[in-house]
């Protein structure tokens, strides 16, 4: 009491002080205390400059001394923490963002400090102690502590004297938060200044009602840069849709690649003559006649293994990452079967094999020591519940992943051998006794296989690819040199030269018995076909698979084909920035080798007359190509080419401007390809000089213009895939091409972060080029009317031009029309903007969604991102947390996704994966189809159906959305 009347007669602060009570609000805050935003708005008074008239204040009040003791300490903690990062164990820096490692950092160094001045057995720290822990960070610069020793006392009283826990959340206090009707947040600082006029939206919180007038005028989202605003007509129930789940859906329908890169076989025959592949984190099922596919779709992550029992009927695929397991799966009804290796295998699946009897896998995992376990698939749990388990395991070799080429049981029951090859040339027998026990590990109760080593010739460096006897009499092998090993039990028992000649080596690098085990074909790195007669090895006919483009489409009678010849000289472009000279990057080479070879048996699937008695191979190589060889009455061979696609990056991807379903796709193979999504094929295929980045279709198409990796842009014809025009302005890769909607301009950009324009009128002549962006462009977007340009660059950032006067446009004033009108672009392509706000995946870094593309009505729109997702948003997307639905097939970044003319499919591009899907886009799916369905099992009671088909139809008249459905089941539900 005598302290307080003396404050209060020196006219020193005292707890009657406004600003001592709104600083106990703050420390109410950070107590979890709730505050009407009322009382938020006034704490922000004291935080604008104090006034000059000295008559009203001479000194700054006790909340601004703390605003500016708290901003201090916060600065210079998140300093000192910036250091201490680094020396962080590397698994725990891993698992949290680099910001949230430094806050802890820095509250562990205040919680350190107040441990040296004796907060020990409590965190409250007497006054002296207190002072002194709160001015030891300012020990270098001591005059520069806010607080005086009146100020300190105070603190320390509103921090239930001496609390340094509280007063560690009063330094890293969360500011409040307001909310309008309409979601928006209005976030304000608590010891800092408000950014004015910035406002966040969510998708939560919503009233029914939305008054326009609570519209503003700026928004700030986090994933941009750039501040945008509402368009002035702007439908504010558009918020709304951005919480709703799109009634459209898409359905896998089409897959183009066949992962030729595994070092394990990935192509297998099927019981009723069809073949199964993977492709990504998909396993294809495909009918060798008429080309229609099925998909197991349940995998996560990248398919690594495949597998499929000798009759045809069941599957095993594994993958990798995390979880790293294999699932097997019935090829008829494509249902998951077992789950199996969770926990056991690292890293990825690297090998499976099934047994004859269907009872046991065999699998091999990615750690260091390719850790071999085999699974009994029939075990049940004490329940009866099928529940596999481990019942023997091994380690094949010490190594670096993936090392196994080949994982097979010996053919024949019961199947107690199989044979496992590694890089190398490291080949084991082993022998599995399933009715043994006791052999193994006392303690786990599980066995340890026994292994024979099988020794190759020395001048033989490794063993690619393996085969079985139909009767499992011998084992097949393939070398490096070009020949094939027979092996009779670990001994070679005869040699066939397969391949190469007398000056050149040839690896063998497939082979395969007929299904009469009369025949071996083996394929080459030379990509040739060979057949030989078994046991003899006689030679009996080659066929030549190394094929270009033009010759295998000459073949198989489909697609046209032309190769462009890089020019020898680059004269550049008058008037253009000159382009500093560099070495041009190669294309990805075309490998010929032929990795796996199929001989179906013909009594399974033959239904045409031309075919029938003849044999019928289908071939798999290293461009992901799949082709269907077999001669004909008159001994001539015939092709037909059941997958073909890229054997690059696919980043580039273009739907043609009128004609439904085709469009173009280009990839770093140096391969432009136009292909039709209703015929589901490649029309035309041309081979590119460079590799390629982009591609763009002119609104006309008779053009259509790539941008390579290297700087150079190439323009050529759509009927022949000529290449008529080639220039070179920029240094680096080509990320963005675009095409003006009236034809007139071709916008380029670059990682150079230039975007240059070209007059199509003028021959493609080089116009200007426009500099702004501070990093590589990533999209780019031409107004309707083609004279604005926005683009999105990887710093987050929008900006506009004028491309008739070649300018910059810097003000909303200055712009012929709305930036923020979604009708502005057409169909818009940026994935920054008002329209775009809601397609940002929680923490994301700004990067991680790789292109958009919105469909012909204008509703809906199509991501392409990092997490191998196809993702359908209602447009335009404005609310944060957007609903959506999600799509996998991808198992590594979509580099690009489009709808094709017409809206009837969605194409999307694989980055690691190298492949192309098609998907089927159903538009505004029928809520009510579930109840038609249900309604046609009582259209036996006439009075009941007449009733309800009239009642039905007004229902879905009036209840039209996505409510229709609950309402009508209530109606009906008891009839």
Known sequence: TNERKRAQKAGELTEDDPSYQEVKDIVSHCRGADMPPPAVMALLDDLLPPPKDPEITKELSFKRKISKLMLGLRHILEKNAEKQVKYVPFNQRCNMHTKDLECILARRALATMAYSQGAQESSNLPLPEFATFIRAFWGENPHRFPLDDIDTRYLWQVCDAGDTALFSDLVFVEPYIERNAFGFEFTQQCWGRPREGVMRLRSAGFEEKLNEEDVPARILY??????????????VNDIKRGTEVPKSQ??????????????????????????????????????????????????????????????????????????????????????????????????????????????????VGGDNNQSLGVFDLHAKDEAGNPCPTMVCENQFTPGVPPMMTFLEWKPGLPGVTFVGIAKGKLLKFFDFEPDKEGAGDENSGVQMLTDRKGIAPRDVRELPCAAWAMDGSCLLTGTDSGDVLIWTGIAITATIKAHGG????????????????????????????????????????????????????????????TKN?????????????????????????????????????????????????????????????????????????????????????????????????????????????????????????????????????????????????????????????????????????????????????????????????????????????????????????????????????????????????????????????????????????????FPVMGIWPDFSDGTDVNALHVNQEGDICVTADDFGEVKLFNFPCVTEDAAFRAYRGHSSFVNNVAFVNGDSHVISCGSADLTVMQWKFTYDVDVLKPIKNAMKLFSGVNAFKTASKGALRKEAQVLKGSSAASKFMKGYGEE
């Not at 294809?284 to 009759?311: M, P, R, W």
């Not at 690896?507 to 018995?513: E, H, K, P, Q, Y």
Request: overall charge negative.
């Open 502 to 561: 007398l000056k050149q080596s040839i690896a063998c690098t497939s082979a395969a018995f007929t299904p009469e085990g009369d025949k071996l074909y083996t394929g080459g790195a030379d990509g040739k076909l060979k057949v030989w007669s078994y046991p003899d090895g006689e030679l009996l006919d080659t066929h030549n698979m190394a094929l270009s483009r033009g010759e295998l489409a000459s073949k198989c009678g489909g697609a046209e084909a």
């Open 250 to 363: 898409l359905s896998l329908e089409r897959v183009y690649g066949c992962l030729g890169k595994t070092i394990c076989p990935n192509l297998y025959e099927t019981h009723d003559g069809r073949v199964v592949f993977t492709a990504a984190a998909v396993a294809v099922v495909q009918s060798v006649e008429s080309g229609a596919q099925q998909f197991y779709n349940n995998h996560t992550d990248d398919i690594t293994c495949l597998t499929v029992h000798y009759k045809g009927k069941i599957a095993a695929t594994g993958q990798m990452g995390k979880p790293c397991y294999a699932l097997v799966w019935d090829i008829d009804t494509l249902e998951t079967m077992y789950r199996i290796g969770d926990g056991y295998f690292e890293r990825m699946v690297e090998c499976l094999a099934i047994s004859p009897n269907e009872r046991y896998l065999v699998g």
């Open 565 to 833: 010849i890089p020019k020898k000289k680059d004269k550049g472009i008058p008037g253009a920035p000159k382009a500093v000279p560099k070495k041009i990057e190669k294309t990805i080479p075309a490998n010929k080798a032929i990795k796996n070879i199929i001989v179906l048996d013909n009594k399974k699937f033959v239904k045409g007359e031309s075919k029938e008695g003849y044999e019928q191979v289908v071939i798999g190589n290293e461009r992901g190509m799949l082709l269907n060889v077999w001669d004909d009455q008159d001994g001539n061979t015939q092709f037909k080419s059941m997958m073909a696609s890229h054997y690059g990056e696919v980043s580039g991807l273009s739907p043609h401007p009128f004609e439904p379903g085709v469009f173009a796709t280009v990839g770093e193979d140096g391969i432009l390809n136009i292909w039709s999504a209703l015929e589901k094929r490649i029309l035309k295929t041309s081979e590119l000089p460079h590799p390629a980045r982009n591609v763009c279709w002119s609104p006309d198409g008779n053009w259509v213009a790539v941008g390579y990796c290297d700087g150079y842009m190439g323009i050529y014809d759509t009927e022949k895939l000529r290449e008529r025009v080639e220039h070179h302005t920029l240094d680096e890769d080509i990320d963005q091409i675009k095409w003006s909607p009236d034809g007139r301009w071709l916008a380029v950009g670059s990682h150079d972060n230039y975007i240059d324009i070209f007059d199509c009128k003028k021959g493609f002549k080089f116009r200007n080029r426009f500099k702004g962006h501070t990093s590589y462009i990533t999209h780019i977007d031409f107004s309707a009317d083609s004279r604005m340009l926005a683009s999105n660059c990887g710093a987050s950032e929008i900006l506009y031009w004028d491309v008739p006067n070649k300018t910059q446009l810097r003000a909303r004033a200055e712009m012929p029309q709305d930036p923020n009108d979604p009708r502005t672009w057409g169909r818009m392509t940026c994935v920054l903007g």
């Open 222 to 235: 986090g994933y941009c840069e750039s501040t945008v605003a509402p368009p002035q007509d702007w439908d």
